[in-house]
């Protein structure tokens, strides 16, 4: 059985196209069967690596009965919220006005003219757990469509124009926005931070990394000890939590409990990107290396296990996978190599949330041996009975979720070595239990490249090779930037969404532009490769020319792009930043950067507009409030003269410390032409007698420095 989603290139539609439901992808052609055989529409969005969306498909769309329906009274509708987030924002945001909250996957229902009359999120096939089922839902819908469409138009008519007034609205006044803007966000997450557990509000809990970054620039700008101490709570909750994977690297989704234990387990390149920048920052704040280590192991992850050959990162990996029973040979240990694959092979395939990742303590006898297995057990928080005390669907039963419970001093103090020895020994058992788990079947990989999520991570990246002095991280990030710069631009220079398997395709949004320049930004600041300075300005102005509202904010989608039911115009930083909140970010360092005063013009525009938004509840743009914290300064840009291996002691003495307001310019042989063009204050300032650094506010500099040392002593000033 197939429907026609099988032409379609995103892995999440090709998840439903043998389903017996007659799914279209979103388009025209679904629009108008709808109009022609004057039935509703039923849109379903979701996305790949989504638990509950396999858990609606395998309970709904793959059953006979309720395609039968879908199939004779509406016309369906398939959408990959991962390719198509303009679909996806609008009518979520319809979700939660009804609702009072969102998910996915989102089940809504529209008129021909695509105006939504009823919506929500999971629906159970039959009533359960308080919710109406969903054959229930279809029925009711299908008897108010036939006897009642007066009242439908009606409800999606109201509906319509309320969201279309909240989300076009301008802000009746504008606010001012000051230190004291910065202060009252921190207040405000303050009065939700889990003093006891780290993060903010109770569960679930999603790692906000841009809460964290904010705070720790508070916490520079006024050496204010509480923001400091609310990151490192955080920090160091996760990174012994279940959201962290301990053998493998890199965090889940999300955790569903207060300390961090049982997370949703998939990966998100996003995720990996924004985490692995905050324990970065946190490593030059603090020195602590294991931010440092955390970071790598995040960096270690992504590039063993979402990276396209060709340079560019995968989307996300799955939460479910094949459950495969425990494998034993007749001497009660695991398979040299290939059981867990084998035996999936021969057992139904059916999967299971947190399969790859979890554990029963026999499984890890098995792999560790008796004594080695009680000092990793003891390390990791796994019992005999499982550990999982949040449970309600019985997926862990009898299963441990791997946390740091004792620190390698609590075990000392028990096992009478050094700590550093008992940490080689659990390195080792890491190291095991990874290989053993790497035979078992791996969760699905989805495998389409985001411009704008590779933006996120080649920033990420990029910092990484930074910070850490690590040129295989450059190289990375340069090899990403490379392929998404070849294959993700149409030839007059525009940007494609989503690359997969040979094929660009769909206009790019703001998030794709204003992600990859900041990624490019940081990227040039890695390496001073004066052509991915020159890439971001272009690609800035032509932001700037596609994406600009008549009030000084910028659009969702291009000028020019398929237009939805209303225009959206966003600054809130959610899961991911938002465009706005990240292009701010970009206009104030490319003026900076290039001594380009009208970037920075551009950037107060954005900020008026959303300003009385900002000040009335600033907490809930904290990615907007570190480009804000930039603009209040003070701030700083380095231009760096002579080559880059003459300057390195100044950038390795810049690395050792968390500066965040800067950016740093290399005024190089090699690119003092193209600088001369772009950045003519940057390739002013030259060499003296030998290398030498520029401290400079707002162009304006201090005489030349030739010693590092006096640099540092600078940076600290």
């Known amino acids: 059985m197939t429907n026609r989603l099988i032409r379609e290139k995103s892995p999440y539609l090709l998840q439903h196209a043998h389903n017996p439901v007659d799914w279209f992808p979103w388009g025209e052609e679904a629009f108008q069967k709808a109009r022609a055989e004057d039935k509703p529409i039923f849109l379903s969005v979701g996305y790949s690596t989504c638990h509950w969306c396999h858990v609606m498909e395998e309970e709904s769309f793959v059953d006979p009965e309720i395609a039968k329906l879908l199939n004779n009274y509406f016309i369906s509708i398939k959408v990959d919220r991962e390719e198509r987030p303009d679909v996806d924002q609008v009518y979520m945001q319809l979700v939660q006005a009804m609702t009072g909250s969102g998910g996915w996957p989102m ?313 550093e020895a008992l940490e080689k020994i659990l390195s080792e058992c890491r190291a095991e239990l990874l290989q053993a788990r790497n035979r078992r079947p791996r969760p699905h990989l989805d495998d389409k490249i985001l411009t704008d999520w590779n933006g996120l991570m080649i920033s990420s990246v990029a910092q990484g090779a930074r910070t850490l002095n690590a040129p295989k991280l450059y190289e990375a990030a340069k090899r990403a930037a490379d392929f998404i710069l070849k294959n993700m631009r149409t030839a007059d220079g525009r940007l494609r969404h989503r690359w997969r398997d040979g094929e660009g395709a769909i206009p790019g949004f703001l998030d794709d532009y204003a992600f990859l320049i900041h990624g490019l930004i940081d990227l040039y600041q890695a390496g001073f490769e004066v052509r991915y300075l020159s890439e971001a300005k272009a690609l800035t102005e032509t932001t700037l020319a596609l994406f600009s509202g008549p009030d000084g904010a910028l659009r969702f989608t291009a000028e020019g792009g398929e237009r939805m039911l209303y225009e959206t115009q966003e600054l809130y930083d959610g899961a991911v930043p938002s465009g706005n909140s990240i292009m701010l970010l970009n206009l104030i360092r490319l003026s900076r950067l290039l001594g380009d005063r009208s970037f920075e013009k551009r950037a107060e525009g954005i900020f008026q507009f959303f300003s009385e938004k900002m000040a009335q509840y600033p907490a809930g743009f904290s990615q907007a409030l570190v480009a804000l914290e930039y603009q209040l300064g003070p701030s700083r840009e380095i231009v760096l003269a002579g080559t880059a291996q003459e300057v390195e002691p100044f950038l390795d003495r810049l690395r050792r410390h968390f500066v965040p307001n800067r950016v740093v310019v290399l005024n190089d042989p090699a690119s003092q032409e193209v600088l001369k063009t772009i950045a003519p204050f940057a390739a002013a300032k030259g060499k003296t007698s030998g290398p030498a650094v520029y401290l400079c506010r707002n162009q304006a500099c201090d005489l030349p420095v030739t010693d590092p040392e006096r640099f540092e002593k600078m940076l600290e000033e």
């Open 107 to 419: 089940s809504v229902f529209l008129t021909h003219d695509l105006k939504p009359f009823y919506g929500g999120t999971y629906f159970p096939p039959e009533d359960r757990w308080g919710r109406p089922g969903f054959t229930t839902v279809l029925e009711a819908l299908r008897s108010k469509w036939v006897q009642d469409r007066g009242n439908i138009e009606k409800v999606a008519g109201e509906i319509t124009r309320q969201l279309t007034e909240r989300a076009v609205a301008k802000p009746l006044k504008s606010a001012e926005l000051s230190l004291e803007t910065l202060r009252h966000a921190q207040d405000l997450l303050a009065s939700r931070f889990d003093s006891a557990q780290g993060g903010f509000g109770p569960a679930p809990k999603f790692p906000r990394s841009h809460d964290l970054s904010f705070l720790l620039r508070n916490w520079k700008r006024g050496e204010n000890p509480q923001a400091l101490a609310m990151v490192e709570k955080t920090l160091e909750a996760m990174a012994r939590g279940g959201i962290y994977d301990h053998l493998g690297g890199g965090f889940h989704r999300y955790a569903t409990d207060a300390r961090w234990h049982v997370p949703h387990f998939e990966k998100m390149l996003y995720d990996q990107a924004l985490i692995a920048q905050t324990y970065l920052e946190a490593f030059q704040a603090t020195e602590k290396k294991e931010y440092a280590e955390t970071a790598r192991s995040i960096f270690d992850y992504v590039l063993g296990g979402l990276r396209h050959p060709e340079g560019a990162f995968y989307s996300a990996e799955d939460a479910d996978s094949v459950a495969v029973p425990s494998i034993r040979r007749a001497d009660n240990a695991v398979p040299a190599s290939g059981g867990g694959s084998a035996a999936a092979a021969a057992l139904p395939n059916e999967k299971q949330e947190g399969a790859f990742y979890i554990w029963s303590a026999a499984e890890i006898e098995q792999v560790l041996g008796p004594e080695r297995a009680r000092l990793f057990s003891e390390a990791y928080g796994v019992q005999l009975e499982g550990n999982a005390e949040q449970d309600p669907h019985g997926e862990f039963t009898g299963k441990n979720i791997l946390y740091r419970a004792k620190t390698a001093e609590e075990l000392a103090r028990v096992y009478g070595q050094t700590p």
